[in-house]
Protein backbone atom coordinates (compact mmCIF):
# COMPACT_ATOMS: atom_id res chain seq x y z
CA UNK A 1 0.00 0.00 0.00
CA UNK A 2 0.92 3.80 -0.52
CA UNK A 3 0.50 6.04 2.71
CA UNK A 4 0.80 9.32 2.52
CA UNK A 5 1.26 11.71 5.60
CA UNK A 6 0.35 15.35 5.80
CA UNK A 7 2.76 17.02 7.69
CA UNK A 8 1.98 20.37 8.67
CA UNK A 9 5.38 20.84 10.30
CA UNK A 10 8.46 19.10 10.05
CA UNK A 11 8.36 16.91 12.82
CA UNK A 12 4.35 16.69 12.57
CA UNK A 13 4.87 13.33 11.05
CA UNK A 14 6.98 11.71 13.61
CA UNK A 15 5.01 13.14 16.67
CA UNK A 16 1.83 12.16 14.80
CA UNK A 17 2.29 8.37 13.65
CA UNK A 18 5.70 7.69 13.05
CA UNK A 19 5.40 4.18 14.89
CA UNK A 20 2.62 3.76 12.30
CA UNK A 21 4.56 4.43 9.56
CA UNK A 22 7.30 2.82 10.58
CA UNK A 23 5.00 -0.51 11.05
CA UNK A 24 3.90 0.07 7.60
CA UNK A 25 7.33 -0.11 6.05
CA UNK A 26 8.26 -2.91 8.00
CA UNK A 27 4.86 -4.43 5.93
CA UNK A 28 6.53 -3.56 3.04
CA UNK A 29 4.16 -0.35 1.95
CA UNK A 30 5.31 2.71 1.04
CA UNK A 31 5.95 5.97 2.84
CA UNK A 32 4.87 9.40 0.70
CA UNK A 33 5.72 12.69 2.63
CA UNK A 34 4.10 15.88 1.80
CA UNK A 35 5.31 18.99 4.27
CA UNK A 36 3.27 22.13 4.09
CA UNK A 37 5.07 24.72 5.57
CA UNK A 38 8.88 25.68 6.36
CA UNK A 39 10.36 28.44 8.17
CA UNK A 40 10.91 31.72 5.89
CA UNK A 41 13.74 34.45 6.32
CA UNK A 42 10.60 36.88 6.97
CA UNK A 43 10.59 35.45 10.68
CA UNK A 44 13.80 32.85 11.08
CA UNK A 45 17.36 33.24 10.43
CA UNK A 46 19.42 31.57 7.39
CA UNK A 47 20.59 29.65 10.38
CA UNK A 48 17.90 27.81 11.43
CA UNK A 49 16.58 27.59 7.53
CA UNK A 50 19.58 25.37 7.17
CA UNK A 51 19.36 23.73 10.44
CA UNK A 52 15.71 22.29 9.18
CA UNK A 53 16.34 21.66 5.79
CA UNK A 54 19.21 19.22 7.65
CA UNK A 55 16.97 17.87 9.57
CA UNK A 56 14.04 16.67 7.07
CA UNK A 57 16.86 15.49 4.74
CA UNK A 58 18.03 13.48 7.98
CA UNK A 59 14.13 12.49 8.41
CA UNK A 60 13.62 11.38 5.35
CA UNK A 61 15.99 8.90 5.02
CA UNK A 62 15.41 7.32 8.98
CA UNK A 63 12.05 5.98 7.42
CA UNK A 64 12.80 5.57 4.96
CA UNK A 65 10.15 8.15 2.77
CA UNK A 66 9.99 6.79 -1.23
CA UNK A 67 8.79 10.57 -1.88
CA UNK A 68 8.82 14.21 -0.36
CA UNK A 69 6.95 16.90 -1.32
CA UNK A 70 7.72 19.95 0.57
CA UNK A 71 5.41 23.25 -0.45
CA UNK A 72 7.54 25.63 1.51
CA UNK A 73 4.41 27.67 2.60
CA UNK A 74 5.62 30.28 5.47
CA UNK A 75 5.21 28.39 8.96
CA UNK A 76 2.64 30.15 11.27
CA UNK A 77 1.35 32.69 8.32
CA UNK A 78 -0.75 29.79 6.89
CA UNK A 79 -4.18 31.77 6.94
CA UNK A 80 -2.21 34.32 4.58
CA UNK A 81 -2.45 31.81 1.92
CA UNK A 82 -5.34 31.34 -0.26
CA UNK A 83 -7.36 28.03 0.89
CA UNK A 84 -7.47 27.24 -3.17
CA UNK A 85 -3.88 27.77 -3.64
CA UNK A 86 -3.42 25.18 -0.77
CA UNK A 87 -6.00 23.19 -1.97
CA UNK A 88 -4.23 22.88 -5.20
CA UNK A 89 -1.13 22.18 -3.95
CA UNK A 90 -2.52 19.18 -1.69
CA UNK A 91 -4.07 17.82 -4.73
CA UNK A 92 -1.17 17.82 -7.13
CA UNK A 93 0.88 15.89 -4.45
CA UNK A 94 -2.28 13.18 -4.46
CA UNK A 95 -2.44 12.78 -7.69
CA UNK A 96 1.52 11.84 -8.17
CA UNK A 97 1.24 9.62 -5.11
CA UNK A 98 -2.24 8.21 -5.32
CA UNK A 99 -2.18 6.81 -1.66
CA UNK A 100 -4.55 4.29 -0.17
CA UNK A 101 -4.50 5.36 3.34
CA UNK A 102 -3.68 9.62 4.23
CA UNK A 103 -2.55 11.02 7.70
CA UNK A 104 -3.76 14.26 8.49
CA UNK A 105 -3.65 16.83 10.84
CA UNK A 106 -6.07 17.09 14.02
CA UNK A 107 -9.23 19.97 12.93
CA UNK A 108 -8.88 20.94 16.34
CA UNK A 109 -5.14 21.90 16.96
CA UNK A 110 -4.49 24.92 18.64
CA UNK A 111 -2.09 25.64 15.94
CA UNK A 112 -3.95 27.72 13.26
CA UNK A 113 -1.58 26.07 10.66
CA UNK A 114 -3.24 22.49 11.44
CA UNK A 115 -6.44 23.55 11.44
CA UNK A 116 -5.99 25.38 7.93
CA UNK A 117 -4.36 22.36 6.37
CA UNK A 118 -7.20 19.96 7.62
CA UNK A 119 -10.12 22.48 6.03
CA UNK A 120 -8.09 22.60 2.55
CA UNK A 121 -7.48 18.73 2.79
CA UNK A 122 -10.83 17.55 3.58
CA UNK A 123 -11.29 19.36 0.37
CA UNK A 124 -9.49 17.17 -1.46
CA UNK A 125 -10.23 14.31 0.68
CA UNK A 126 -14.34 14.43 -0.16
CA UNK A 127 -16.25 11.23 -0.14
CA UNK A 128 -17.35 11.54 -4.06
CA UNK A 129 -13.60 12.00 -4.84
CA UNK A 130 -12.11 8.95 -2.58
CA UNK A 131 -12.55 5.82 -4.73
CA UNK A 132 -11.58 7.31 -8.15
CA UNK A 133 -7.86 8.06 -6.58
CA UNK A 134 -7.72 5.02 -4.66
CA UNK A 135 -7.83 6.56 -1.21
CA UNK A 136 -9.63 3.71 1.68
CA UNK A 137 -9.10 5.55 4.78
CA UNK A 138 -7.96 9.43 5.89
CA UNK A 139 -6.87 9.59 9.70
CA UNK A 140 -6.38 12.69 11.95
CA UNK A 141 -2.90 12.34 14.14
CA UNK A 142 -2.64 13.18 17.57
CA UNK A 143 0.19 15.81 17.97
CA UNK A 144 1.85 16.26 21.61
CA UNK A 145 1.21 20.57 22.23
CA UNK A 146 -0.95 20.43 19.56
CA UNK A 147 -4.17 18.68 20.06
CA UNK A 148 -3.28 18.51 24.12
CA UNK A 149 -3.20 21.97 24.21
CA UNK A 150 -6.84 22.59 22.06
CA UNK A 151 -9.18 24.67 24.50
CA UNK A 152 -12.14 22.69 26.03
CA UNK A 153 -14.78 23.62 23.83
CA UNK A 154 -17.88 22.16 22.56
CA UNK A 155 -16.72 19.14 20.14
CA UNK A 156 -13.27 20.83 19.77
CA UNK A 157 -12.06 17.58 21.34
CA UNK A 158 -9.74 14.42 20.05
CA UNK A 159 -11.76 11.30 20.73
CA UNK A 160 -9.57 8.45 19.33
CA UNK A 161 -11.41 5.87 17.80
CA UNK A 162 -8.53 3.60 16.06
CA UNK A 163 -5.65 2.50 17.88
CA UNK A 164 -2.32 1.33 16.32
CA UNK A 165 -0.11 -1.00 17.91
CA UNK A 166 3.30 0.54 17.76
CA UNK A 167 5.47 -1.80 20.16
CA UNK A 168 7.72 -2.79 18.16
CA UNK A 169 8.28 0.85 16.65
CA UNK A 170 8.17 3.32 19.63
CA UNK A 171 12.32 3.02 20.12
CA UNK A 172 13.13 3.85 16.63
CA UNK A 173 10.34 6.56 16.79
CA UNK A 174 12.27 8.22 19.59
CA UNK A 175 15.83 7.79 17.42
CA UNK A 176 14.06 9.69 14.58
CA UNK A 177 12.25 12.34 16.50
CA UNK A 178 15.81 13.15 18.06
CA UNK A 179 16.93 13.70 14.52
CA UNK A 180 14.85 17.33 15.37
CA UNK A 181 17.26 18.71 18.00
CA UNK A 182 15.68 22.08 17.86
CA UNK A 183 12.18 20.32 18.18
CA UNK A 184 13.22 17.92 21.09
CA UNK A 185 12.18 19.36 24.47
CA UNK A 186 14.07 19.08 27.38
CA UNK A 187 12.34 16.79 30.55
CA UNK A 188 9.50 17.22 31.16
CA UNK A 189 8.24 19.32 28.47
CA UNK A 190 5.41 17.81 25.78
CA UNK A 191 7.95 17.16 23.44
CA UNK A 192 10.50 15.41 25.44
CA UNK A 193 11.17 11.87 24.89
CA UNK A 194 9.43 11.09 27.86
CA UNK A 195 6.75 12.76 27.17
CA UNK A 196 6.09 10.90 24.03
CA UNK A 197 6.55 7.80 25.30
CA UNK A 198 3.80 8.22 28.13
CA UNK A 199 1.44 9.22 25.41
CA UNK A 200 2.09 6.21 23.49
CA UNK A 201 2.34 3.89 26.74
CA UNK A 202 -1.01 5.43 27.51
CA UNK A 203 -3.01 4.90 24.47
CA UNK A 204 -1.20 1.39 24.74
CA UNK A 205 -2.86 0.38 28.08
CA UNK A 206 -5.94 1.86 26.11
CA UNK A 207 -5.80 -1.28 23.70
CA UNK A 208 -3.85 -3.76 26.18
CA UNK A 209 -0.59 -3.73 24.39
CA UNK A 210 2.24 -2.25 25.49
CA UNK A 211 2.82 1.10 23.03
CA UNK A 212 -0.08 2.89 20.89
CA UNK A 213 -0.75 5.55 18.67
CA UNK A 214 -4.01 6.77 18.18
CA UNK A 215 -6.23 8.22 15.35
CA UNK A 216 -9.66 9.48 14.75
CA UNK A 217 -11.20 8.16 11.36
CA UNK A 218 -12.11 11.04 9.47
CA UNK A 219 -13.55 8.78 6.28
CA UNK A 220 -13.20 5.36 5.43
CA UNK A 221 -14.49 4.36 1.65
CA UNK A 222 -14.51 0.40 1.06
Not at 22 to 31: I, M, N, P, R
Not at 150 to 163: D, E, R, S
Amino acid sequence: MKILVVAVHPDDETLGCGGTLLKHASQGDTLHWLIITSAHPQDYSQKIIAQQARQVSLVKKAYPFRTLNWLKFPTTRLETISLKTLIEAIEDVVQQVKPEIVFVPNPYDVHSDHRVTFSAAMTVFKPLSMPKRGIKRVLACEVLSETDAAPPLTNNVFIPNVFVDVSSTIERKLEIFSLYESELHSEPLPRSLSAIRALARYRGATIGVEYAEAFMLVREVG
